[in-house]
């Protein structure tokens, strides 16, 4: 699951700066991924 999702990111990620849609994309994405780092570290899970 977790590697889905940072697969996902990093798609997105790279859609954004291909496009130049701006620095919003990449903000929100950096943002996402934290929160998911943080999920998975108050969960406790080991990946």
């Known amino acids: 699951m977790l590697w889905t999702i940072a697969v996902i990111l990093v798609v997105l990620w790279l859609l954004g700066v291909v496009i130049h849609i701006g620095g919003g994309l990449i903000h929100l994405l950096l943002v996402i ?9 108050f969960t406790g899970r080991r990946v």
């Open 33 to 41: 991924a934290i929160i998911v780092v943080l999920v998975r570290l």
